[in-house]
């Protein structure tokens, strides 16, 4: 069964630092491109990142400045999203998505998680 | 303001056809393949169409997907109350090396 699953989401106050989780399963992992979207209460999506299917690239929304990173191991199927200098404005429910097709970049997310709620206050 | 341009709602009643607009740039939709999302109410996203038109296995052909030149076109025909959802579309932008998506289209079945 196809699947992803985040994990660590929570309550953080501004400034402060949380790193969240996305568990793949059912499929082989590392020949897909990789993407963080969040979605604020009541907003639209707005995608976060991306990852290669090997890490070698990665690519960020310019709003996050810098403070997100995104990483990837391959070997325990888990996509991770690192996020430093949180402000109020990162409150979303942040999702990972698998990209559709093999070697392609923004061409469609075919699997999304259920979502990791975040909120910065 | 979403860097591609939908219409925030359409409405249309059951049985009926409705599409949804997507308008972009040449540095997005104009070069890119263009996907589409339905959204029910406290659920994730579900990809609807991709490759500008093509439909994942289980999507049903009441839902289509065009583009042309700069602009998407997501049809939604034989509507049922089922449909009501929020729909994103959505590609890769060439200028600012990142994923865009509209800012969401409400669809209300009267």
């Known amino acids: 069964q196809l699947q992803l699953v985040e994990s660590g989401g929570g309550v953080v106050q501004p400034g402060r630092s949380l790193r969240l989780s996305c568990a793949a399963s059912?499929?082989?992992?590392?020949?897909?491109?990789m993407h963080w979207v969040r979605q604020a209460p009541g907003k639209g999506l707005e995608w976060v990142a991306l990852i290669s299917y090997d890490g070698s690239n990665k690519y960020y929304a310019d709003s996050l400045q810098g403070r997100f990173t995104i990483s990837r191991d391959n070997s325990k199927t888990t996509v991770h999203l690192q996020m430093n200098s949180l402000r109020v404005e990162d409150t979303a429910l942040y999702f990972c998505?698998?990209?559709?097709?093999?070697?392609?970049?923004?061409?469609?997310?075919?699997?999304w998680g259920q979502g990791t709620r975040v909120t910065v206050s | 303001q979403s860097v591609l341009t939908q219409p925030p709602s359409v409405s249309a009643a059951p049985g009926q056809k409705v599409t949804i607009s997507c308008s972009g740039t040449?540095?997005?939709?104009?070069?890119?393949?263009v996907s589409w999302y339905q959204q029910l109410p406290g659920t994730a996203p579900k990809l609807l169409i991709y490759d500008n038109s093509k439909r994942p296995s289980g999507i049903p052909d009441r839902f289509s997907g065009s583009k042309s030149g700069t602009s998407a076109t997501l049809g939604v025909t034989g509507l049922q109350t089922g449909d009501e959802a929020d729909y994103y579309c959505g590609t890769w932008d060439n200028s600012l090396s990142a994923v865009v998506f509209g800012g969401g289209t409400k669809l209300t079945v009267l």
């Open positions: 059912g499929f082989i992992f590392s020949n897909y491109v």
């Open positions: 998505a698998r990209e559709a097709k093999v070697g392609t970049t923004g061409d469609g997310f075919d699997i």
């Open positions: 040449s540095s997005n939709i104009g070069n890119n393949f």
